[in-house]
Each structure stands twice: as structure tokens, then as C-alpha cells.
């Protein structure tokens, strides 16, 4: 069976939360910081869902063994030139792709060779984005 787990942006302060339940019919989220300590001893809050941005994981670790989520940053080797990729969820596919920031789509099921080195949220100048 496929392993579920989320994480999300908190967009209002601007760090990663871990997702401990989603409740959809009230659109709250029940959340820990990324923080083992917090997480062990039970310290959550809930928020509303929209000041988050939901990320999934992919099922897929990179060459180190890091889990691979959506929207991390992965950086590869074309000859000695690195090429940097975002996981995302591609709908007209029913996947989770590996997009450069070209637009250029490969298949995620194999990332052999590849790290994570950021995600768009914390690391955006590893994609040029000065966001």
C-alpha cells in the first residue's frame, strides 16, 4: 500500500509544518512544527487550512534515501552541467513529474542519481527565483 503523508507551507510564517490530520468538512488543518520534540510530546495546533500550502509526499527518495515531496528541488548531472527539477503533481497525467524550469517533464519513478537540495517555499533562489 502507498504511504500517505503530507506536509504544508504555512504561508503566514513562513516555515514548514508537519500535517497531522486534515479535516476537510471544516477546512482545518491539525498541524506540528518540524520539530521531533514537539511532534513526540504531543505539542499541535489547528489552523485553517487556507493559510497552507499542502504538499504531498511522493513516495520516492532520492540517492541519499531523503524522502522526495512535492515541490522540492532536485538537482542532477547532465555531463558536468547540473540540472535542477521540481516534483509536482501533473493532473493530465495522474503523477508526480520532475518539471525543469524550462517546462521540461521527466518521470519521477525512477530518480536514480538525483538529491533534493531545497523546495520552491524555503530554497526559490536555487531556481533563479528571488520570490
Request: overall charge negative.
Given at each position: ?110 530518480p536514480t542519481g538525483l538529491e533534493v537540495i531545497g ?13
Amino acid at each position: 500500500m502507498r504511504e500517505l503523508k503530507f506536509r504544508a507551507w504555512d504561508k503566514r510564517e513562513k516555515r514548514m509544518v508537519i500535517v497531522l490530520a486534515i479535516n476537510f468538512n471544516t477546512n482545518f488543518l491539525h498541524y506540528a512544527l518540524d520539530n521531533s520534540w514537539e511532534v513526540k510530546y504531543g505539542k499541535s495546533y489547528w489552523s485553517d487550512i487556507y493559510n497552507f500550502e499542502l504538499m504531498q509526499y511522493t513516495g520516492f527518495k532520492d540517492k541519499y534515501g531523503k524522502e522526495i515531496w512535492e515541490g522540492d528541488i532536485l538537482e542532477g548531472r547532465n555531463n558536468p552541467k547540473p540540472v535542477y527539477y521540481v516534483a509536482k503533481w501533473i493532473d493530465r497525467l495522474a503523477s508526480f513529474r520532475l518539471v525543469t524550469p524550462e517546462g521540461y517533464e521527466i518521470n519521477l519513478a525512477y530518480p536514480t542519481g538525483l538529491e533534493v537540495i531545497g523546495n520552491i517555499y524555503e530554497n526559490p533562489e536555487l531556481l533563479g527565483d528571488e520570490k
